[in-house]
C-alpha cells in the first residue's frame, strides 16, 4: 500500500523560479521524509522532518508538516536545471521502527 | 549511490526461471530493505530485515525470497511465482539507531525484464 498522495504529479518550471510538492498521508507517522530520485536511479536523500516539527530548511529547500491535517510540503527556491528530477515523500511508521512507505512522486521539469 | 552496489544492472530473464538479485553495503548498516518500482510510480516495500538472521515481509513479498546470512548482504531472488517481476529493483540500507531520525541510503539498481 502507498501512504503518500503526491500533487502535482508534474510540475514544469523556469530555472530560478520555485517549485511547491504537496503530500499527503492517512495514517499517523514517526517522521516524514523527502528523497530525490534522477531517471534510472536510486533515491537520495533529501530532508526529514519529526512529526513534533513543523517547518525545517536546508539549503534551499524548504519543509513544512502539518500532521493535523496529514500534509507536507516540499518547497524549492530558485529552481536550477540539475533540480529536474522525481520527488518522493516517504512516511516513516511509529511501529515497525524505521519503515517507510513512499508517496507516488511528483515529476519535476525546470527548463532554461 | 553511497556505499550500497546492486548487481547486475540490467537482467534478463525468462519465463519460469528464478534470478537472484545482489545487494551489498559497507556502511555497517543494521537494516536494509527490498522495493520494487513500476514505471511512473513510488516505491513498494518487498521485504525488509532489521538484523542478520531475520527478515519480514514487506506489502509485496508474494513471489519473492531474500536471506540475510551476513550483515553487509541482502540478495533478493524473484521466483517464477511472480507473475509481473518486469520492473525497477532498488535496494536500501539504514543505520537504525533513532527509529525517529533514521534515513535510508539507496543502492543505483537493477532493472529487471522478463522476456
Known amino acids: 500500500s502507498q501512504q503518500g498522495e503526491e500533487d502535482p504529479q508534474a510540475l514544469s518550471i523556469q530555472e530560478g523560479e520555485n517549485a511547491t510538492m504537496n503530500c499527503s498521508y492517512k495514517?499517523?507517522?514517526?517522521?516524514l521524509q523527502w528523497y530525490r530520485q534522477n531517471s534510472g536511479r536510486g533515491l537520495v536523500h533529501l530532508i526529514l522532518?519529526?512529526?513534533?516539527?513543523r517547518e525545517k530548511h536546508s539549503g534551499r529547500l524548504r519543509v513544512t508538516l502539518d500532521t493535523s491535517k496529514k500534509s507536507s510540503s516540499l518547497l524549492i527556491t530558485a529552481s536550477r536545471a540539475a533540480d529536474t528530477a522525481s520527488y518522493f515523500c516517504a512516511t516513516g511508521s511509529l511501529s515497525p521502527a524505521s519503515k517507510l512507505t513512499f508517496g507516488t512522486g511528483t515529476r519535476l521539469q525546470v527548463t532554461l | 549511490d553511497g556505499g550500497i552496489t546492486q548487481s547486475p544492472k540490467y537482467l534478463f530473464r525468462k519465463e519460469g526461471q528464478n534470478v537472484t538479485l545482489s545487494c551489498e553495503q559497507n556502511l555497517n548498516h543494521d537494516a536494509m530493505y527490498w522495493y520494487r518500482q513500476d514505471p511512473g510510480q513510488g516505491l513498494r516495500l518487498i521485504y525488509y530485515?532489521?538484523?542478520?538472521?531475520?527478515?519480514q515481509k514487506g506489502d509485496i513479498a508474494e513471489g519473492y525470497s531474500v536471506s540475510r546470512e551476513k550483515k553487509e548482504s541482502f540478495p533478493l531472488t524473484v521466483t517464477s511465482a511472480q507473475k509481473n517481476p518486469t520492473a525497477f529493483y532498488l535496494c536500501?540500507?539504514?543505520?537504525?539507531?533513532?527509529?525517529?531520525?533514521?534515513?535510508?541510503?539507496f543502492g543505483p539498481g537493477t532493472r529487471l525484464t522478463v522476456l
Open positions: 530485515s532489521q538484523i542478520v538472521n531475520d527478515f
Open positions: 536500501a540500507s539504514s543505520i537504525q539507531a533513532d527509529p525517529s531520525t533514521d534515513t535510508q541510503y
Open positions: 522532518i519529526r512529526s513534533n516539527e
Open positions: 495514517t499517523s507517522i514517526n517522521n
